[in-house]
Antibody, heavy 115, light 107 residues
Framework: EVQLVESGGGLVQPGGSLRLSCAVSGFTFSDYSMNWVRQAPGKGLEWVSYISRSSSVTYYADSVKGRFTISRDNGKNSLYLQMNSLRDEDTAVYYC????????WGQGTLVTVSS | EVVLTQSPDFQSVTPKDKVTITCRASQSIGSTLHWYQQKPDQSPKLLIKYASQSISGVPSRFSGSGSGTDFTLTINSLEAEDAAVYYCHQSSSFPRTFGQGTKVEIK
């Protein structure tokens, strides 16, 4: 069974940092590109970042460029998102999603940025 | 950046109705358009990939069409369990983008 489990969310003050993780199982992680997508409370979906299978290519949304860093460890079947200089507007549920077609998705982890 | 505009934003429908949701891209994206369903408190789920390709396990009442800039998601004979928000998404170029979503409510 394919599973993606995000973790690392929580409450953080503006300007703070968090590192999200996405642990995957049930498929060959190294064969697929990965993405982070977020959803602010009551809002729509926003793509955040992409990483290729070998980590050689990464892309970011303009809203997070220079503050967030995506990475992966194929040996540990894990995807990461290092989030620095967090802002109120980064408050959202963060999902990891597989491949170009974004399927499947994890259950999400909530990040709340507030003082 | 490719802007995706969905219409309508909201639709209230009766079971067995036919539902049509459109997604218009600000520039041609070929067939690199995918549709997702998100029910309350759930993660999004892929319904249709590459504009018209069906997904294993998704009911056959869901279908997609279109290419270039204009795309359509059709739900034939809507069921109560189809109440959800539907999103389109393009994988033609970075940054990836989503439509704003269409909420389908059951009367």
């Amino acid at each position: 069974e394919v599973q993606l489990v995000e973790s690392g969310g929580g409450l953080v003050q503006p300007g703070g940092s968090l590192r999200l993780s996405c642990a995957v199982s049930g498929f060959t992680f190294s064969d697929y590109s990965m993405n982070w997508v977020r959803q602010a409370p009551g809002k729509g979906l926003e793509w955040v970042s992409y990483i290729s299978r070998s980590s050689s290519v990464t892309y970011y949304a303009d809203s997070v460029k220079g503050r967030f860093t995506i990475s992966r460890d194929n040996g540990k079947n894990s995807l990461y998102l290092q989030m620095n200089s967090l802002r109120d507007e980064d408050t959202a549920v963060y999902y990891c999603a597989v491949d170009t077609i974004l399927e499947p998705w994890g259950q999400g982890t909530l990040v709340t940025v507030s003082s | 950046e490719v802007v995706l505009t969905q219409s309508p934003d909201f639709q209230s429908v009766t079971p067995k109705d036919k539902v049509t949701i459109t997604c218009r891209a600000s520039q041609s994206i070929g067939s690199t358009l995918h549709w997702y369903q998100q029910k309350p408190d759930q993660s999004p789920k892929l319904l249709i990939k590459y504009a018209s390709q069906s997904i294993s396990g998704v009911p056959s009442r869901f279908s997609g069409s279109g290419s270039g800039t204009d795309f359509t998601l059709t739900i034939n004979s809507l069921e109560a369990e189809d109440a959800a928000v539907y999103y389109c998404h393009q994988s033609s170029s970075f940054p990836r983008t989503f439509g704003q979503g269409t909420k389908v409510e059951i009367k």
